[in-house]
């Protein structure tokens, strides 16, 4: 029997390729599911167990978190990347570390082709694809819920024919948890109107007194929250998810383009992620130079989009990466924030490479390295051009 890797998750669509791809098909089934930071130890004990009940080869778990923060995540802080100014790309991020891990892990035990669950009207279907098809080349791709075009109650039916039990009842929202945000689908995001209710939220307030945490960076990695180091930073992200989660903060969504080309909104929450890039942000506001910051941005807006619709292996992103990597250096201090119901302020920053430093003059109030006699020579070359040209085009 001919070796196929299945990226499971444990709902509908998995469930039905996993038994479709070897009772229908005649594969040898080895499901795999990605952790990137979104599974309790009891679910997966769930999903592994409803796994080998469908009479499969092997079941894996591979924990990707750690190289899911080396990989991809890091950078996203670095880059301060948001999808449109919103979204801190919770799914699309992890989408390509769980597909690259696929493909190596289907590498490694020799496998004949690669499957997963992904329809035919969203982006995971592009993003798994462009990946396993760079990897693994030479290895067949096998869709069954695209390309069979079934709907929900066909695939309902075929299971309990094959005396599947689970719960068919499809969930009000659809939702996808990672250690970068967790995103929220519903029938409000199929509107351009509609905002998502409360009750739709996986976490609920329960904390709503002001509450202020300091965060530390150290060359643009998180490494403390008040006051407690973290050696490694993905620590750190979940104690401020669990500090800041509560207060509700970190909720939007997310209006796209999709890579298939029409328009798509997807709620999500991440708190730990909003806050980490606009705290680094601002510390970076105070150590980096002016012409750091304009071309960080640059770079940093089309990596996030490059990200996005799956060209995470072209070489340019080694090469983005190693930019923003060296943009770092001096992006050290803490960060202080006051965090409130549904929102948080960014109070300020405490660096020893802050650019503010009073040593060189205070903004509006008093210089300390030049004279004003310095400031009218220099004024005057500054504009010179400009004068020169309504001198010559505007005689009157």
Known sequence: MKKVVLAYSGGLDTTFCALHLSKDLGYEVHAVIVNTGGFSKEELKTIEARANSLGIASFTILDVVQTYYQEVIKYLIFGNVLKNGTYPLSVSAERILQAKSLADYAKSIGAKAVAHGSTGAGNDQVRFDMIFQTIVPDIEIITPIRDLKLSRQEEIEYLKKHGVSMNFEKAAYSINKGIWGTS?????????????????????????????????????????????????????????????????????????DTIIGIKGRVGFEAAAPLIIIKAHQLLEKHTLTKWQLFWKNQMAEFYGNYLHEGH?????????EAFLSSTQEFVSGDVFVRLEEKRFTLLGISSSHDLMSSKFGSYGEMNKGYTAEDVKGFTRILGNQTAIFHQVNHHD
């Not at 976490?203 to 150290?218: A, D, H, N, Y």
Request: aromatic share 8%.
């Open 312 to 320: 995470y292996l072209d070489p340019v992103m080694r090469n983005l």
């Open 184 to 256: 929220v689908g519903g029938k409000e995001t199929l509107t351009s109107s509609d905002y998502l209710p409360e009750e739709a939220w996986p976490t609920q307030i329960t904390e709503k007194e002001p509450k202020k945490v300091s965060l530390t960076f150290v060359q643009g990695e998180l490494k403390g929250v008040n006051g407690k180091s973290f050696d490694n930073p993905v620590d750190a992200i979940q104690t401020l998810q669990e500090i800041a989660a509560p207060y509700g903060i970190g909720r939007d969504i997310h209006v796209g």
